[in-house]
Every structure is written in C-alpha cells, then in structure tokens.
C-alpha cells in the first residue's frame, strides 16, 4: 500500500497560493496534514484580479471570513455589476448585473417576457427588473434579503479589493492555522527517476521542501506544471487576441461607485476599478494594433485622478494547460491558464479549482481517473467563460478601427455557435449545472450587444397583452422603490467598514 499523501507544498505565494493555503489549512484541520508555502519576496505577483463575482460569498463562508473585517483590512468596496461602454457602439453602454432579471413565471426564465413585451412596443429596458442593474448606477447599496424573504428578483454583490492585501490577510488566516512559510527563491526541481513525480524543490540556500503533493502557484511561468512536469498549453488567442495590458493605480474619486466599468478602446479595453482608498486601472490591448508605449501613455491620459505608480506592463497568452493536474502536481491561478478580467473570473478560477480539489484530494494514490476528471471539469469552465468572453468581441457593431474589424471577423467557437444560434431562433439560453454564467448574464450581454432573437418561448403568449404589460410595469415600479430605499454606497461602506486610511508609496 502507498504512502498516504499528508503533506502539501505550495509554490508562490499571492492571491492563488493564499487562498489555496488558508482552505487547506481550514478544511484539513485535525487530519494530520502538514501544508507549507514556498515564496520569495524577490518575485513580484501579477496581482491584477481585484474584481471578483457572486460566488466568491462561498469561499468566505466555507473560511468563516468576518464581512466587515475583511472589507476593511483589504479597502474593499461593493460590487453590483459591470458597465459596458463604447462594447456594441461608440456611445453606447450597457450593465451586466448581478442577480436575476425578474422573475419566473408560468415556468419559464423572465428574459422570454420581456422579449414578447419589447416585440409589443414595451419601452422598459432589462435594467428595469434588475435591482442590481437599477441600484448600480444610482450609488446606492443593501444587502440581499435571505431567500424567500421577497417577492422581488434577488439581487446580489460581490467586491473589488486590493489583491496584495487579500493575499495578506488570507496568509494571516493560513498560518494561524498551522501553514508554513518558507521564505526563498527555488533553483531546482527534483524529481523521481521512475516516474516523474516531484519529490522536493531546492532553494538557493541549499534548503529542500519534499512534499507528497505540490499546488504550482508560480504564476504564467509555470514553474512545476510546465517547466518542469511540461504539461502542455492550448492558445486561445485565435479567439481573443489581446495578448497585453499594463495596470496603473489613481487617485480615488469623493464618490466610489458600485460597479467595474469595462470602456471599450482602440485595440482592447480599459478596467476601472474602485476602491475606498484608490481606483485600480488597466488598458488589456493587443500588440498587434498597439504598441506597449501607446498602451501605457493612452492610459495614463484616461485616468480619473493622479497616477499613484508606474505603469507596470504584463504579457499574457490566453489559453489553459492541457493538464492542469499532471502526476503529483495541480497548477492554480495563473499557472493554470488565463482569460483575460473582462468579466472578473481570475480569483474566481482559483476558488473553483480549490473546492474541486478538495472534492477529489488523492488519499495515497493519484488515481488516473480521478485526475482525469479534475481536467475535464476545468477545462469545460475555463471553454465555458472563454466563449462567453468572444461574445463581447465578436458581437458589436464597431468598424472603427483594425482591432475591431478584426474581432468583427473572428470564426467563434463551435460551443458559442451553438448557444448564440438556439438563443436567436428561439430565445432559449440553456445553463447546465457548473456552468459560471447563468441565464441572466448571457441575457444581459446578448441583449446589450443588441442580440435579439426572432422570438420567445410560447409559454411567454399565455398572459395577455393587457396583463403582461400590467406585471412588467408593477415589478419594475417595485424595483425602483425598494432601491430609493437603499443607502448611498459611500454612506454604507463609512458605517459599515470605513477603512484606514494607507500609507503614500513613493512613485
């Protein structure tokens, strides 16, 4: 009988390796697991995935993470949704929402209503049976009620916060119980001769850090999972072709919105993201329209206040290892693959890898099949949001400029054909369970990139047109008034979890 696999070694540190290391450390607690992170503080982290979306509420309850504290310690801000804007058109822009749109009736998902409504001459937009989509740009929030507690569509809200002092505070949680850091750079990476399984890493003080499992946590590079073990990478970039982006923080507005904002450019698009104590800001750009240069001093023009650093550039290819969890060896985060933030899935890729991982942790086997299944099931999520991302791109209307042209031009996936061709015949949107995005979302970008189909479940014809027009204008009417009662969002970040102010960094 083999070994049981009891001790788990983390390479790198940010948000993958602490959130890996403050789970294990939670859920293996008592089992007699030794978890150990390996990091330098000489190898800086991409730290770019400070949006995040609904699910990451899971993560915080499985941790038993205080709200307040939380939002505090890491100067974090409430999410309702993303705003699209200059995506279908120059001067257009639209909202994906958290939450649902309405809500069901005769059986059936509300978007069919709501296109039978619009094909009547209904002039209320989707955002109007959103409570997310009506609070979000009012600058308004509440939270949620508990389920049930409404006749309403729920709503829901996720964060942005500073990902440097996520990974700090989550690196608190892991070694107040039990995890081990090891601070050092690694030089090399043994193996076993038999089988390729990786015994210990060796770091330049002659320390080695043996383990039975190894989380790769290294970054685009890869350090165990590809350099090492060559576990292989598929490129999307013939899909999304932005292979750049280059980040710069600002000066933080008096007003702190409640949403990511997602501004369509030249060659790519531009994050804004608010924090209580400054505002996060990218340009994701393709080299081949842009230079690095232009990228970064476009930016620098568009900000909302004074830059507060340097632009740091980065350089991404999309894609996803073949194997994500190759032998003794499962790569998180970045390690993993990459879709680039445009719908804030990073930190939530890593949430996702950890629960599977723990459904299927090897006990004193790596079974094949087992390993098998982990791959499978991530790469159907990393396939799912990637076409979900070429549905941004490829369905606008801009002819602006070589870049757009371009993505106009893009032969989509099968999988998106699929979706995007039963969603125009027949308005019907299939989520299975797993899938990240649901019903709502895909409504929310279809309809904003002005996809419309030519019609709608027959369920939709039941209610007359009298009476469908009398539910739609009562529930959006019920929308609005429970939003006037919500506070400004500032007003309830200050009672809630008003942060301390952060010390100046030289520039």
Not at 176 to 201: L, N, P, T
Not at 318 to 345: D, Y
Request: glycine share 8%; hydrophobic share 40%.
């Amino acid at each position: 009988m083999q070994q049981m696999v009891k001790k788990v070694v983390i390479v790198g540190g940010g948000t993958a390796g602490w959130m890996a290391a403050a789970a294990f450390g939670k859920l293996m607690a008592g089992g007699d697991y030794s978890i150990e992170v390996v990091e330098s503080e000489e190898i800086g982290t991409v730290g770019v995935g400070e949006a995040t979306i609904p699910p990451i509420m899971d993560f915080n309850r499985t941790m038993q993470i205080d709200e307040p504290d939380f939002m505090r310690a890491t100067q974090a801000s409430i999410k309702l949704g993303i705003e699209f804007v200059d995506w279908t058109r120059l001067g257009h822009s639209y909202i994906h929402p958290f939450g649902t749109h309405g809500v069901q009736m005769h059986g059936i998902f509300f978007h069919h209503f709501w296109l039978r409504y619009r094909a009547l001459g209904g002039t209320l937009p989707p955002d109007a049976f959103n409570i997310s989509a009506t609070a979000a740009p009012l600058g308004r929030y509440s939270p949620p009620l508990p389920p049930g507690r409404s006749p309403l569509p729920p709503h829901a809200y996720a964060y942005h916060f500073d990902a440097g002092l996520y990974a700090r505070y989550l690196r608190k949680m892991a070694e107040a119980s039990g995890v081990k850091r090891h601070e050092g750079r690694i030089v090399e990476v043994k193996q076993r001769g038999e089988d390729g399984y990786i015994e210990s890493v060796k770091l330049t003080d002659g320390r080695e850090i043996a383990g039975d499992f190894f989380v790769d946590c290294s970054g685009f590079r890869g350090l165990l999972i590809e350099q090492t073990l060559h576990a292989g990478y598929d490129d999307w970039s013939q899909w999304l072709p932005c292979d750049r982006a280059v980040a710069v923080p600002c000066e933080r507005l008096a007003t702190t919105t409640p949403y990511t904002r997602s501004t369509a450019r030249e060659a790519g698009w531009q994050w804004r993201i608010p924090l209580q104590h400054r505002i996060g800001n990218g340009y994701v750009y393709c080299s081949q329209f842009m230079s690095d240069d232009e990228a970064a001093s476009l930016l620098l023009t568009r900000l909302d206040g004074a830059a507060r650093a340097s632009p740091r550039p980065l350089r991404f290819v999309t894609g996803i290892r073949k194997e994500p969890w190759k032998n003794n060896c499962v790569s998180l985060g970045l390690a993993s693959g990459f879709l680039e933030p445009l719908e804030s899935t990073s930190i939530h890729f890593i949430q996702s890898a950890i629960a599977r991982l723990m459904f299927l942790f090897p006990g004193n086997t790596f079974d094949p099949s087992t390993i098998a299944k982990y791959n499978a099931m991530t790469y159907a999520e990393y396939e799912e949001t990637r076409d979900f991302l070429v549905l941004h791109y490829n369905a606008v209307e801009r002819e602006d400029t070589p870049f757009w042209r371009h993505c106009r031009a893009i032969k989509i996936p099968d999988t998106l054909r699929a979706k995007w061709e039963m969603y125009r015949e027949s308005g019907n949107i299939v989520a299975v369970p797993g899938d990240l995005f649901r019903e709502s979302s895909w409504f929310a970008v279809y309809t904003g990139q002005g996809c419309i189909p030519h019609t709608w479940h027959p369920f939709a014809n039941i209610p007359n047109e009298t009476e469908l027009r009398r539910r739609m204008e009562l529930m959006s009417s019920d929308v609005q008034k429970l939003v006037q009662t919500f506070p400004m969002h500032d007003d309830y970040l200050r009672s809630y979890c008003a942060a301390p102010p952060m010390p100046e960094k030289p520039m």
